[in-house]
């Protein structure tokens, strides 16, 4: 971690997905339905990436849900600044950015360090019902991904990512318990989950000193998208 201690540090976010609604069609009905093979097929066809997005962000907009990355910024830089000699990180001016390219941040930033956070994912994942009358189920899912980023080559020092449901995976809500009472379970839920990948995060982050990559070595071994504006 010596490298934030001797540099600038500055903070960086994106753009937040769409929030998604992904339901599943139950396995356990078909056998009990005639021609259920195609009908397995037309609604797993109906629940398409377009409909899960436009379904899950009628749940956002109605309900005002609202992105959790700030939880996770707050935390893993107070954890971060608690060590020796990076206590300026309390201070680390933060700016909102719509591309996460390496070349763009040097082009911004010029030199020194940046920290940057991206919620990669967010909604509601359906759990297969075991029996034809069980109601569906949900788990809020919360993804982010964080990096130390040195901008002199620029090269990725450090790069973290989760994927949370909570503290307690084996919990599951129905739909109307999740948006009862404006929602108050699944905002609660996602906070829970933005809390715990970022307590995970902080704990990894202890070395940053190992191997890191340059911006065409990240080119090559890419394999998450981009952040993007909502569309």
Not at 4 to 11: D, G, H, K, T, W
Not at 19 to 42: C, E, H, K, M, T
Not at 69 to 82: G, K, P, Y
Not at 150 to 159: C, D, E, K, M
Request: net charge positive.
């Amino acid at each position: 971690m010596r490298v934030l201690e001797a540099s600038e540090v500055n903070v960086v976010y994106y753009p937040t997905p769409p929030f998604r609604d992904v339901r599943q069609p139950s396995r356990a009905q078909w056998p009990l339905l005639p021609f259920g093979s195609v009908l397995s097929a037309l609604l797993a066809s109906a629940r398409s990436p377009e409909l899960s997005i436009q379904s899950g962000e009628r749940i956002r907009v109605q309900y005002r849900l609202e992105d959790p990355l700030r939880r996770v910024r707050v935390t893993f830089l107070e954890r971060l600044s608690r060590r020796p000699g990076v206590g300026h990180l309390r201070q680390a001016p933060e700016r909102f950015l719509s591309t996460d390219d390496l070349i763009d941040l040097q082009g911004t930033f010029g030199s020194g360090v940046v920290i940057d956070f991206w919620t990669s994912g967010w909604g509601v994942v359906g759990v297969p019902r075991t029996t034809p009358v069980a109601a569906e189920r949900y788990q809020p899912n919360y993804l982010v991904r964080v990096r130390v980023v040195q901008l002199s080559q620029p090269r990725v020092l450090w790069q973290g990512a989760c994927r949370s449901v909570g503290r307690d995976k084996g919990a599951m809500w129905t739909m109307e318990e999740l948006l009862g009472n404006s929602a108050e379970i699944l905002k609660a839920m996602l906070a829970e989950a933005a809390d715990t990948c970022a307590d995970e995060l902080g704990r990894t982050v202890d070395d940053v000193s190992g191997p890191s990559r340059t911006y065409r070595e990240m080119a090559l071994a890419r394999r998450t998208r981009r952040p993007s504006a909502r569309p």
